[in-house]
Every structure is written in C-alpha cells, then in structure tokens.
C-alpha cells in the first residue's frame, strides 16, 4: 500500500481492499462508531454486516475502518466486526484521540473525524455513514461542535450522509460548514434532510441527482486543488422518515433527560441515540438502519462512477 510516511506495521489492509486499492477501482470506507456507539446491540452487528453486503452488491469493496489492538485496520474481517460490535473496551474515537490509542494498543472506533482522516490517508474518497456530527443545541452555552466539521473543512473525502444528526442544530451546523469551506450537496432535492426526518426545513444551494454528477464535482474539486470534503445529504423517503410528532416529543423529552443526567461532551450523541431507540420501542431503529444501507448505496454509486472518472480516458 502507497502510505509513505506510515509505519507499515501500524495498517492493516483487508485483502479485499488492498487489492481494490492497488486495481484503481472502488472502495467506500464506513465508519465504526456507528457499530459501537450508535446502534443498539446485536442488531449492530446485522447492520454493519448488512451494509458491507451492499456496498458490494453494487460493485464496490467496503473499508470498515477501525482500531484493534492499537493497529489501523482498513477493513474488517467477520471476527474484527464482531469485536467492534461486542467489546466493551472499544472506545469512540475522534482524530485528537487516535495517537494515543495506538500507542496504548486499544481498541478503538473510529467517528467520522476520524474514519475520514484514516480513508483519505489509505487513498480511499468515498465515505458512507448515517448521520454528520455538528453543533449542538445550546452549543453557546456548552461549546460542543462536533470535530467531524473541522476534519472535513481539512480533509478531502465525499461523505455520503442523511445530513446531520436531528438532535443538533441543524441551522447551525449548516453555518459552520459554510465557514468550514465544506461543500453540501442534496441528492434528488434542495431540501436539507434531518436525519430520521426527511426535511429539516432547511433549502440549501445544490442539488444534484446523478452519481456521475457528483463524480464531475469530485474530479472539478481536485482539479481546483480544493482541500476540503464534499457533504452528499441523501434524504430518506417522506414514507420512511420517522413520524415527526413522536420524533419532537422523544427528542424534547431525551434532551431533558441528558441534561438532568448531566451528560456531556462524547457521551451526549450515544446517549440521544440509545434514547430514541428505547422510547420509540425500536422504531428508530428501523430508520436509522435504512438510513445507513441507503447512503452505503449511493456512496457505492457514486465510488464507481468516480473510479470511471480517475481512470477513464
Ligand atoms: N450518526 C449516527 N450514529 C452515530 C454517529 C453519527 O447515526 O453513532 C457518530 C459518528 O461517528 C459521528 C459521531 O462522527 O457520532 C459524532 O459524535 P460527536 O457528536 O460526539 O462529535
Ligand atoms: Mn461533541
């Protein structure tokens, strides 16, 4: 694998990736928190399985990227799922916490922050995930932003996802990545997604509807020498967004309980999370997992058509 400055002893490569990297076709990272941190167990596991199924199903190879042990994986095997999705020592991982955990040889997975750091450094620019970190509501009182906006305003990869989280503000975090230089895009609308709902309320600039499309910005983008990531908000269908009165109650209600429970900084977006799972007795579930295989869809789509754009004529 072509990463110069790395100690090679410190990646491991999937062979299944490794060969797609050295072939030129494509890859899509996804990220591990997710596993770990966001979806209850064991229907984590299903879902991470799931997803991986379908990058493949549409010509791609899936890099699920995490830490084992304290070394990169770039990839997992069924048995490495399975230990990101079971372990109880696995830590959510942002970039400033990376260094430290390979160095105590942990166990770690990887936020988007930190999966993008690692895709983009493997030479992967496809990244699927479920749902942006951003700023939190009363973000003027507690400063909690989200690192995945700065590691995007610095890092190069296309991020499929189904805008940012709606237990944050969206208007926000919408202002930051304009600040951050990082593109957004909505796939097939102009309306930016929130998330389990399908609409946030907010219009954004761009809307494209094509995977070639995007692979015509990806490759516009690189030409400009234009250092920062690419935000593809996929909005779920209205029929499968989750019901948006049980969604503004649960989120009021789970907003509430963190506070009173005073949890704070990494904690709070796990704990929203398992939240919503409990009080809608698992239907949030069923969105957020369709929200995960539909972005892993497109970001396949979109990695497929942008390897015909890198090594096209
Ligand atoms: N979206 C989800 N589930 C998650 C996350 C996002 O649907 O678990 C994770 C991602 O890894 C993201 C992180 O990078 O939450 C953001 O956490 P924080 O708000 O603490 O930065
Ligand atoms: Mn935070």
């Not at 990463?3 to 990272?29: I, M, R, W, Y």
């Not at 989200?146 to 890092?155: E, R, V, Y």
């Amino acid at each position: 694998m072509n990463l110069p400055n790395q100690k090679s002893d410190q990646f491991s490569f999937t062979k299944e990736v490794s060969a797609a990297l050295h072939a030129g076709t494509p890859v899509v990272a996804l990220e591990s928190t997710i596993i770990s941190h966001g979806l209850p167990r064991p229907e984590n596991l299903r879902v991470a399985i799931e997803v991986e199924e379908t990058v493949r199903s549409r010509g791609a190879v899936p890099a699920t990227i995490a830490i084992l042990e304290g070394r990169v994986h770039i990839g997992l095997s069924q048995d490495e799922l399975e230990q990101i999705a079971t372990r109880d020592d696995v830590i959510k991982t942002s970039i400033r916490d990376l260094g430290t955990v390979a160095a105590r040889k942990g166990f770690a997975a990887t936020t988007v922050a930190a999966t993008s750091h690692l895709a983009n450094l493997a030479g992967i620019s496809v990244f699927a995930t479920g749902g942006l970190g951003g700023v939190h509501r009363h973000a003027r009182e507690s400063w909690d932003e989200s690192a995945d906006l700065t590691a995007l305003s610095q890092i190069p990869i296309t991020i499929v996802c189904s805008g940012v989280k709606s237990i944050l503000d969206v208007g926000a975090t919408l202002e930051r990545l304009e600040t951050l230089n990082v593109g957004v895009v909505v796939y097939g609308s102009r309306q930016f997604p929130g998330f389990f709902l399908s609409d946030s309320g907010i219009t954004v600039d761009w809307s494209l509807s094509d995977p070639t499309e995007i692979a015509d910005v990806m490759a516009a983008r690189r030409s400009l020498s234009i250092r920062s990531g690419l935000v593809i908000a996929h909005p779920l269908p209205a029929a499968n967004q989750l019901d948006p009165d049980l969604h503004d109650q649960v989120l009021t209600e789970g907003l509430e309980l963190a506070d009173s429970k005073k949890i704070t900084g990494k904690y709070v977006t796990p704990f929203l999370l398992d939240h919503f799972h409990r009080a809608t007795h698992g239907q949030s579930l069923v969105v957020n997992t369709e929200i995960i295989v539909r972005n892993a869809e497109l970001a396949a789509r979109i990695a497929v058509a942008d390897s015909g754009t890198a090594t096209g004529p």
